[in-house]
């Protein structure tokens, strides 16, 4: 059984930078990749950011330069820096992994390709 723990999120005002944190327990698969989504009231849940077992890391276009997902490997913890924030990136952000990752077939930033989830993290930005 795998478990993932959120912490980071917060307030901050416009051009501020936060740190979100997962923590990740249970067995570790070869072949996996976890990311980050966020979903504001109204709108779909979409990919931010995600990184597989390979290192390899896709971004949404609309954090690109300024968000940066990146892993511990020896202590299981996915961590997303964001930088610059804006108020658009209001939004509560969830840490998600899928176990069985294909990178030939599926896509990083789909929510369907993810079957394990965090609690969520509310990222507010004024």
């Known amino acids: 059984h795998v478990q993932l723990v959120e912490s980071g999120g917060g307030s901050v005002q416009a051009g501020g930078s936060l740190r979100l944190s997962c923590a990740a327990s249970?067995?570790?698969?070869?072949?996996?990749?976890m990311g980050w989504f966020r979903q504001a009231p109204g709108k779909e849940r979409e990919g931010v950011a995600a990184?597989?077992?390979?290192?390899?890391?896709t971004y949404a276009d609309s954090v690109k330069g300024r968000f940066t997902i990146s892993e511990d490997r020896v202590a299981k913890v996915l961590y997303l820096q964001m930088d610059s924030l804006m108020p658009e990136d209001t939004a509560m952000y969830y840490c998600?992994?899928?176990?069985?990752?294909?990178?030939?077939?599926?896509?990083?930033?789909?929510?369907?390709?993810?079957?394990?989830w965090g609690q969520g993290t509310q990222v507010t930005v004024s």
């Open positions: 998600a992994a899928e176990p069985y990752w294909n990178s030939d077939y599926d896509e990083a930033l789909a929510p369907s390709e993810f079957s394990l």
């Open positions: 249970g067995y570790t698969y070869s072949s996996y990749c």
């Open positions: 990184i597989d077992s390979d290192g390899s890391t």
